[in-house]
């Protein structure tokens, strides 16, 4: 693959099996399953998907609910595997994908601190040494001995934020996830985006916030139900999109 190519996804196609028939209990199901009763009905979330991003450009994911964005992010996370095509990447993720993700509820936040960058393969001595930087950012200094399963989703993902782009990733992966915090602090995130695209790290960006999404990133991808529908120059194609959403 090319060096200056960070993420190349081609002709990827991922397949979910979805119960076909209505089951009313946990029991019933478990049942039918052993039982090989169960009849299953192929879900494509995402078909034939291909796009290439090169370091450094920073890319918004858009599309309706359900139109297969968050399955697209898992499977450049590794989350998830494709049922045909390839996805290479050329770098180190840093993936806001699911609020909490990376964090044990039971722990403090000083503790998961430390737990989040061992997920995301630093050392202790790299998070003792950024560890002010991250309480700073997520404005979060009064509640560092509270377990995160008392934490609001806000503080939740000011603290996932903060964490995952203190580390300088090669490649920047947010879904969603600042759509939980206030407006100040959504600002704050955005221009730490800025920041991070700056210094040449690789975006991919989904939002509902189609201006966010204008304002960060230089390249879109728009999918619906699975497929793509355009890509290319993120005004064009943000463009289209919005205007497919009023007829």
Request: glycine share 8%; aromatic share 10%; hydrophobic share 45%.
């Amino acid at each position: 693959m090319d060096e200056n190519i960070a993420i190349q996804v081609k002709d990827v196609t991922v397949r979910f099996n979805m119960a076909s028939e209505r089951i009313d209990n946990l029991k019933e199901y478990f049942v039918k399953l052993m039982k090989r009763e169960l009849m299953f009905q192929e879900f494509l979330a995402l078909k034939d998907v291909s796009f290439t991003v090169k370091k450094g450009e920073a890319w918004g994911i858009v599309g309706t609910n359900g139109s297969g964005k968050s399955t697209l992010l898992k499977l450049i996370c590794g989350i998830l595997k494709p049922y045909k095509g390839e996805v290479y990447i050329n770098g180190n993720i840093a993936p806001l994908i699911e609020l909490g993700a990376g964090f044990d509820g039971d722990l403090t936040a000083r503790e998961n601190i430390f737990l989040n960058g061992a997920v995301l393969g630093f050392s202790k001595k790299y998070m003792q040494e950024h560890f002010d930087e991250i309480v700073e950012f997520a404005e979060l200094q009064d509640f560092l001995d509270m377990p995160i399963k008392n934490y609001s989703s806000g503080m939740a993902a000011r603290l996932g934020f903060s964490i995952a782009t203190v580390v300088k990733p090669e490649i920047l992966i947010v879904d969603e996830v600042l759509s939980v915090g206030d407006y100040a602090f959504q600002q704050k995130c955005e221009k730490r985006m800025h920041e991070l695209l700056g210094n040449g790290t690789t975006l991919l960006y989904v939002s509902h916030s189609i201006d966010s999404v204008k304002d960060i990133c230089d390249h879109a991808l728009w999918i619906d139900h699975g497929a793509e529908k355009a890509q290319g120059n993120v005004e064009l194609v943000a463009d289209k999109y919005m205007q497919s959403l009023v007829r």
